[in-house]
């Protein structure tokens, strides 16, 4: 195929993204099954980057062939040659004569657009990472100074504060913290501590931080789009559910349910920036959740969503290699 096609087949790829970004957010069977909604998120704003570069690629290089990718090193190589031949030609400007120079801007404006989107996607996950890795490094000062242990919560930090708060500091497995508040402590009761450790436990076990990383760079870079908004509070509102799914098995679920009521009477701090707290996300929609349990999806459809999900990224990184 030509670069023109796999612009155009690309495109069909954002789009569709795009279209299923928006709308995933209003279906009810992501609760049913958060871990492989999570996946499918992921595979959608992962297809929805790349697809865009590519299109825009594409339409620079309309006449390349083997690949979007290696066509861009072709045409780097060429320009530092000198060879404008070959580099006309790889842009479908291969007749001299006659070919207009806005056709020549447009194409040229289409190639550095494209890699300037590229370059700032990774820019703003990169940003976001650094400053994450700044913001808990500040907390683990703090907490060297203001925390201390207590063996009501073995294994987790607790801060002389009366307003109820628990989060944990994801890092290293030596470096991850779990800090509780005295309000917290003097707030819950022993099953609901150990369900509220357990629930903070699976964000650390399972490395939750990292899944919601792209999405909160995404909502910090474009804050006022609705699909990037959307698209964060989706995917943290799933991942609590997987976290209170992980403590249920180790409770049951009322002293969880009980935790959460509290923490939303009381009123929480929030917590601090690179932290993940136990009661952040739609905090009635998971107490709902766990009073009225619903059935998880079935195997052959979590095994569709995931086949999806591989495919979506699959699309664009054949059109963009091969």
Do not use: N
Not at 89 to 114: I, K, M, T, Y
Not at 258 to 264: H, I, N, Q, T
């Amino acid at each position: 195929m030509t670069g023109i096609d796999d612009a155009a087949l690309l495109a069909v790829v954002a789009i569709a993204s795009a279209l299923g970004a928006s709308a995933l957010p209003r279906a009810g069977w992501p609760r049913r099954s958060p871990a492989a909604a999570i996946l499918l998120w992921q595979a959608l704003g992962l297809a929805s980057g790349l697809a865009a570069v590519g299109t825009l690629i594409g339409l620079a290089l309309p006449a390349s062939q083997g690949g979007l990718v290696f066509s861009v090193l072709r045409a780097a190589g060429q320009l530092r040659d000198g060879d404008g031949f070959g580099l006309a030609r790889l842009f479908g400007l291969s007749e001299a004569d006659g070919v207009p120079l806005v056709l020549v801007a447009v194409r040229l404006a289409c190639l550095a657009a494209g890699l300037i989107l590229l370059a700032s996607l990774c820019w703003v996950l990169l940003a976001a990472s650094i400053a994450a890795l700044h913001a808990r490094r500040r907390q683990r000062a703090l907490l060297t100074l203001l925390a201390h242990g207590d063996p009501k919560v073995p294994g987790a930090l607790v801060v002389d504060y009366p307003s109820a708060a628990a989060y944990c500091l994801p890092g290293l497995r030596s470096r991850s913290r779990i800090v509780v508040s005295v309000g917290a402590l003097e707030l819950l009761g022993r099953g609901e501590l150990a369900a509220v450790l357990a629930h903070e436990r699976a964000h650390l076990r399972e490395r939750h931080d990292l899944v919601l990383l792209p999405f909160t760079a995404l909502r910090r870079a474009f804050p006022r789009s609705a699909t990037c908004t959307g698209a964060h509070l989706a995917v943290a509102l799933l991942v609590e559910m997987l976290a209170d799914d992980r403590a249920l098995r180790g409770g049951p679920a009322r002293e969880l349910v009980s935790a959460l009521v509290r923490f939303g009477t009381a009123g929480t701090c929030p917590a601090p920036a690179g932290a993940l707290a136990a009661a952040e996300g739609e905090v009635a929609a998971r107490v709902t959740r766990l009073l009225q349990p619903v059935r998880p999806l079935p195997a052959v459809a979590v095994m569709a969503v995931c086949l999806a999900a591989g495919l979506l990224v699959a699309a664009p990184v054949t059109l963009l290699l091969v």
